[in-house]
């Protein structure tokens, strides 16, 4: 068994819902969990369609929402009404009913370009509790993770463990629009860190990544390689 495998926890569902529902269930208790222990809470979340239904899941979780703040693992750069906004995602997902409560800090910037967007982001993010208590990320048949693409521009600083800052801008051809994502120190240190991966074919690519691929060739490796704690995957075929 290699280092990596040992900082791996699996979650197997055989269906999507029941998937939703376990992580679900497992986020609301670690946001309790901080709120006990800190009087606050800081959640992370990925966009794309595969949160929706965990989304709506931990929506409906009775815990003390004013006491959360949830924020973004990353977003493209685009404003909150547009299609492809996470922010519009979280939002119409998850901050409605009893989350709606909670305190949201986006990542987008009006009326700026998106490297003065991720200075003034970087400043907000700064200033919430770190580490994160709770991070939940997605993955891409390409293997990103984040905003971090293989191709990106600056990927050794997005990956660096040390990187010194929370918000770095992206320059992708493979991600289309700019994007703004936080940094690998921020991601791997959460105290409770989960991927969310459905389908087949994602999960033959966590497994190249886990059998060794390079960062650069699967940038999820980098969470592999420098996660803090356990890394646990929730997947559903």
Excluded at 26 to 39: G, Q, W, Y
Excluded at 81 to 97: D, F, K, T, Y
Excluded at 223 to 235: E, M, R
Aim: aromatic share 6%; charged share 25%.
């Amino acid at each position: 068994m290699t280092e990596t495998s040992k900082r791996i926890e699996r979650h197997e569902f055989s269906s999507r819902n029941d998937l939703a529902a376990a992580l679900g269930d497992t986020v609301a208790d670690e946001l309790r969990k901080a709120i006990v222990a800190r009087d606050h809470a800081t959640l992370a979340v990925s966009g794309g369609t595969t949160p929706v239904r965990f989304f709506q899941a931990l929506s409906e979780k009775e815990l003390d929402w004013a006491k959360v703040t949830v924020t973004l693992v990353d977003e493209r750069f685009v404003p909150p009404g547009h299609e492809r906004s996470n922010e519009a995602l979280v939002r119409r997902h998850l901050l409605q009913g009893r989350p709606s409560v909670a305190r949201f800090t986006g990542l987008w910037r009006e009326g700026h370009r998106v490297e003065q967007a991720a200075q003034e982001a970087l400043r907000d993010i700064a200033r919430l509790p770190t580490p994160f208590d709770v991070v939940v990320l997605g993955m891409g048949t390409d293997g990103h993770t984040a905003s971090f693409f293989a191709d990106a521009e600056g990927f050794d600083l997005l990956t660096d463990p040390t990187c010194p800052v929370p918000v770095l801008p992206v320059h992708a051809e493979s991600a289309g629009e700019p994007r703004l994502t936080l940094t690998l120190p921020v991601i791997v240190q959460a105290r409770f860190l989960a991927l969310h991966i459905e389908g087949a074919e994602k999960q033959r690519v966590l497994d190249r990544a886990l059998a060794g691929a390079t960062a650069r060739e699967l940038p999820i490796r980098a969470v592999l390689d420098h996660a803090v704690g356990p890394l646990h995957i929730f997947h559903a075929a």
